[in-house]
């Protein structure tokens, strides 16, 4: 074995063993406060209450939690247990990721593309947290401002805005040494199977969870039918750049 595989077995092995310790200790803090209040101050809800009220919330976000593992994993890397114990994933961590793979010319799926990803995610993390402390220090100071019809009308266009550049980047080139040609394709039976189960009232709130795990395969073999027959292409960068040269 290599010095090289051996640094990378052994660093894979430490991103696991403390990946998985710190997921532990995560679920057991969010078990064990709630816990500990209900006991402090007597108010400790029975079985049949906690069943009641959580199993519609169970059935909701169960499906979300296994889409969001097996869609984002594949970006994120061993960065993932530091994602899903930080959160908001799809509204921060993911726009990190994919911007500073960019940014470092790496690739998906590659051990320097998960270097790249674990300090992105980090670096989104700390900032995050520090932002929180400012804010909390600074909500009574600032509440007239946060609550002005300016801020509130402002606060309507975060998720559209995020939503619309990442679009964006995925439409781009991307990074890597690769570029995918035409790879819009692959999402287009989604978008229409997902469309008409909209409009026809099939596809209601709260199965959106269920939604992306049905899209998923759906969406892997498509890509791959298009990519068979040549309609999605696969190429390396250097080819593109130098036919748009040769143009």
Not at 56 to 75: A, C, D, K, N, R
Not at 120 to 132: D, E, H
Not at 199 to 216: K, P, Q, R, V
Request: proline content about 4%.
């Amino acid at each position: 074995m290599s010095k090289e595989k051996y640094k990378l077995d052994e660093y894979n092995n430490w991103v696991h063993r403390f990946g998985r310790i710190g997921g532990f200790i995560a679920i057991a803090y969010m078990l064990a406060i709630p816990f500990i209040i209900g006991i402090m101050y007597d108010a400790l809800p029975t079985m049949s209450d906690v069943l009641k009220g959580g199993i519609g919330v169970l059935v909701l976000f169960i499906p979300i939690g296994i889409s969001e593992v097996i869609s984002y994993t594949p970006i994120l890397g061993s960065s993932s247990y530091l994602t899903f114990l930080t959160g908001n994933i799809l509204n921060l961590k993911v726009p990190c990721v994919l911007n500073a793979l960019k940014l470092s010319n790496t690739e998906q799926n590659t051990h320097e593309g998960d270097a790249i990803a674990t300090v992105a995610v980090a670096a989104s993390s700390i900032l995050t947290m520090l932002i929180i402390m400012v804010g909390v220090l600074l909500i009574v100071p600032l509440r007239p401002v946060l609550e002005s019809p300016v801020v509130s009308k402002a606060t309507a266009y975060i998720l559209p805005a995020l939503f619309g550049s990442m679009l964006l980047g995925f439409i781009g080139k991307g990074s890597g040494e690769y570029v995918i040609e035409n790879k819009l394709l692959a999402i287009l039976l989604p978008v229409i199977i997902v469309s008409l189960t909209t409009m026809f009232g099939i596809l209601t709130s709260g199965l959106e969870g269920i939604a992306i795990i049905l899209m998923l395969p759906i969406t892997l073999i498509g890509a791959r039918v298009l990519w068979k027959k040549g309609i999605i292409r696969v190429k390396k960068r250097e080819e593109t750049n130098s036919k748009v040269k040769e143009n």
